[in-house]
């Protein structure tokens, strides 16, 4: 029982995040929850993949109570999310077998190399010239969606983090970003966690990739935190919002290669 507050105060921190970020939540998730795995002896062939299956299916509540947030505040451009949306909705189930499939050291050592990689990107850029850039043509947002779907699967990560600065380099501003963002992700996180479920059901009968009490808990404390995450993001400057993005992903990398 002593997980029980810890996963509650994780469900507020995913709550806030999701709301001032844009992102689902997984990249402070994933290195908590395989933290917590470890201590609770979870097979350690299967902790990264536990870690992301409860981690996307804990997101869909706090995703969708963030997506009706920024719904409430006009920052959804619905035109981008049909369209990502479909290439993200088939990504998603292509990403769930890769979970289920690939060793979780390789899944582990991925999600490490990613957040910091990005992380320190958005740590180190710098103001650019404004450029005014077109999205991209139909059919290239559904496979823009399809790939990026895929990775965030994979990562556990419900794609905040790979949708917000690439929706904000084609010059969409920056809260529009996060709350197209947290729509996609709500797509993202609820295909990938239903296909993650019922690929988990067919391949074994006495463990699951969904750690049920941790989903519960994280799910029924989010709602409350995304609001006020939403409205703290009109509250800071966008280069702050993205040197905030930065300082996490690093800090969570760092922290799942060390545990």
Known sequence: ??????????????????????????????????????????????????AIGTSLASVVISTLSSSIANYKRSTIIFS??????????????????????LPQILLRYLFCFFTCFLGIRCLLSKQKTHVKRSLPKKPLLILMGFVISSIATVLGIAGGILNVPILSYFSIPIRKAIGTSSALAFIVACISSISLFLIDSHMSETSSLIYWPAFFWISITTPFAAPLGVRLAHYFHPDHLKKILGVILVTTGIILILA
Do not use: K, R
């Not at 998730?29 to 299967?46: E, G, K, Q």
């Open 1 to 50: 029982m002593y997980e029980v507050p810890i996963f509650i105060a994780l469900g507020l921190i995913i709550g806030i995040a999701s709301g001032l970020l844009g992102i689902g939540g997984g990249i402070i998730l994933i290195p908590s929850l395989f933290y917590i795995f470890s201590l609770i002896h979870v097979d350690p062939s299967i902790q990264m993949q536990m």
């Open 80 to 101: 981008i999310v049909f369209f990502i949306g479909i290439g993200s909705a088939c990504g998603s189930i292509f990403g769930a077998y890769l979970v289920s499939s």
